[in-house]
């Protein structure tokens, strides 16, 4: 596998925009996620499960979890290095990637944005050098892309909360040792940071996935557990929350995907060189030229857009319909790319020792997270037009 940052295909030179520092700093993560992550892969993907204990504290160490946060113990880097960060750990896989983001953008960034002093202070630390991994629980059985339906409630109890229901497909909480947990209060939405050892709370994994399978995903099942008011986020009432929250991660993706996408890229384009088919090399064939122009080509657009977009968040101005364009765009594209690259590896291609067909798979995963391919669409529409449609008018 290849994470190698300056590939052939980058052929308009995209990398001679971004700074020395910034460089300095994509090289530095491509180095660890070739050493420490590659090697093990294939291994976790078909094993179907990540040391998410081990690999959390190394992740800590190089700096990635809530990089882009300022104080607590974070790295605060710059949007445009956290990005370039997602890029080469995904380019290894979209799990890793998944886990540095309901890490640093979900979980860390709900209780940098909306927590208090005291809860920032007891938290991020060591959620920032990864010895607390934390996980972000929004999606309900019944309210994925609808989250405004949910169902699990917070009850006010003396100076507790209860809280009860079920959250769906959540990354890390049966490893977690601390859930940001969103409930329906009386007169909103609130968020409550709980710890997973807390009496009524329990995390069954999910099993048998076909995507994201070097990542750890369960449900969330609040039976009547009782969290002290001094773990709700005490400054947001309503959707916001989750959504600003939200925000941070889909920005990582865009960048992440294209990760994936590269290597993919990469992988394909080191196995027609050597390839004989028809008494020659199968790089050697226009058709296989072809695919190879177009995706690069898909590639270096999407990286400019991914680029454009981190220098808007950088100066402050990213506003979350050109999030969705650069979510809908960098995983439509990076899905695209995995899929024509697997068919250049012919039957290769469906075995763990390529990566194209385990990223595509992951990328299954990556279009539905973080707001589905539509949800995207429709931000954009709305946007355009003025006009919501993600509601049936009645
Ligand atoms: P709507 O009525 O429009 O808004 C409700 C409140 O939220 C505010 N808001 C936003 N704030 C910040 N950023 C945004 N992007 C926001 N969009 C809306 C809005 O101002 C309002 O605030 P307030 O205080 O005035 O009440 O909301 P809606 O119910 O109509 O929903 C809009 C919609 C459909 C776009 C939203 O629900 C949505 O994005 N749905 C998709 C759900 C989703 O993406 N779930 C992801 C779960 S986490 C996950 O997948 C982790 S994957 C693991 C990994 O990342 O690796
Ligand atoms: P649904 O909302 O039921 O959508 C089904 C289909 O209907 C989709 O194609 C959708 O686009 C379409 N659709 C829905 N509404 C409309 C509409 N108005 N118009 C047109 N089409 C529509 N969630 C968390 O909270 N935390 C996590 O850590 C987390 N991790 C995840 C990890 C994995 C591996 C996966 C797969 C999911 C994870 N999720 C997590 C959940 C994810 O955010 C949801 O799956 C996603 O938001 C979609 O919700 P849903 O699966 O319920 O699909």
């Known amino acids: 596998m290849s994470t190698a940052p ?3 295909f980058d052929l308009i030179v995209v990398d001679s925009l971004l700074t020395d520092d910034e460089r300095l700093l994509r090289d530095t993560v491509a180095d660890f996620a070739t050493r420490e992550l590659a090697p093990n892969i294939a291994g976790w993907y078909e094993d179907g499960t990540l040391p ?9 160490d190089l700096g990635v979890l809530g990089m882009h946060l300022e104080g607590y113990g974070c790295a605060g880097a710059s949007a445009t290095e956290y990005g370039l ?33 005291e809860q920032k202070e007891h938290y991020l630390p ?14 309900e059985p019944d309210a994925g892309s609808d989250p405004a339906n949910m169902r699990t409630r917070a009850t006010r109890d003396g100076d507790d909360w209860v809280l009860t229901g079920t959250k769906m497909w959540i990354t890390n909480a049966p490893v977690a040792d601390v859930a940001v947990v969103w409930a329906r209060t009386e007169d909103g939405y609130a968020g ?6 807390t009496e009524g709370f329990s995390a069954p994994e999910i099993t048998r996935k076909l995507s994201l399978r070097a990542s750890v995903t369960g449900e969330i099942v609040l039976d009547g557990c009782r969290v002290p008011d001094a773990r709700r986020l005490p400054h947001v009432h309503s959707l916001r929350g989750p959504l600003t929250c939200l925000n ?14 590269r290597d993919a890229l990469s992988t394909a384009l080191g196995y027609v060189s050597t390839r004989q088919v028809f008494d020659s090399p199968l790089s050697s064939f226009q058709l296989t030229q072809a695919k190879l122009a177009d995706m690069a080509v898909e590639l270096d657009k999407s990286y400019l857009l991914a680029l454009q977009l981190g220098r808007l968040k950088d100066a402050g101005e990213l506003a979350p319909h050109q999030i969705s364009v650069g979510k809908l765009n960098s995983t439509r594209v990076a899905l695209e790319i995995t899929r024509e690259c697997r068919t250049l ?14 990223h595509a798979n992951n990328l299954e995963s990556v279009l539905t997270y973080e707001g589905t391919a539509e ?9 355009l037009t003025g006009e919501q449609a993600f509601r049936n008018r009645s």
């Open 6 to 8: 300056t590939a052939p």
């Open 52 to 60: 998410v204990s081990d690999l959390a504290p190394k992740l800590g």
């Open 85 to 117: 960060a997602c890029m080469e750990i995904e380019a290894v896989d979209s799990g890793l990637r998944s886990l540095v983001s309901v890490q640093g953008s979900l979980a860390m960034f709900a209780i940098h944005h909306w927590g208090s002093e």
């Open 126 to 139: 060591g959620m920032a050098a990864g010895s607390t991994v934390g996980c972000f629980g929004l999606t």
């Open 192 to 197: 409550f940071i709980v710890d997973t050892d």
């Open 248 to 261: 941070e991660a889909r920005y990582g993706i865009i960048f992440g995907a294209l990760g994936a996408a």
């Open 345 to 358: 590896l012919g039957a290769s291609g469906i075995t763990l020792e390529y990566s194209p067909l385990r």
């Open 375 to 383: 949800m995207h669409q429709l931000t954009i529409g709305q946007a």
